[in-house]
């Protein structure tokens, strides 16, 4: 999903059906971090206005208070979090087995037994 900062309070607010003080509101209660210009005109993402959406349906469709919401959203964030944490270290775990597997495919010299302790048969 696209995180680059690119609607204004007045066109979210439509994407969304909410009108701006909401997303002002949703804002100061730490719901939503849009995006700042150079001149404070808040920006927001297609993940903003997705999480905006789940906000609305959260509340809308489930009766969540904003108190709910909150926490629905910081596991939600939390869960995102671990995912990439994990994805991380597989990545870096894959690396590291890779890596000894090549050590090994250089270390490796196939062994022949000495003729003499062969026996033989007569």
Do not use: C, F
Not at 23 to 36: A, F, M, Q
């Amino acid at each position: 999903m696209d995180d680059r900062p690119r609607y204004m309070i007045s066109v979210a607010a439509d994407l969304v059906g909410m009108h701006p003080q909401t997303l002002r509101i949703y804002e100061s209660k730490g719901l939503i971090r849009p995006k700042r210009t150079a001149g404070n005109t808040r920006l927001y993402s297609e993940l903003d206005i997705d999480r905006l959406r789940l906000i609305q349906q959260l509340t809308n469709d489930l009766g969540l208070n904003l108190a709910g919401v909150e926490q629905v959203l910081e596991l939600q964030d939390q869960v995102q979090r671990m995912r990439r944490t994990l994805d991380r270290m597989e990545r870096e775990m894959r690396e590291a087995v890779n890596q000894v597997h090549r050590q090994y495919r250089r270390d490796l010299v196939p062994w022949k037994p000495p003729i003499d302790l062969i026996p033989t048969r007569h």
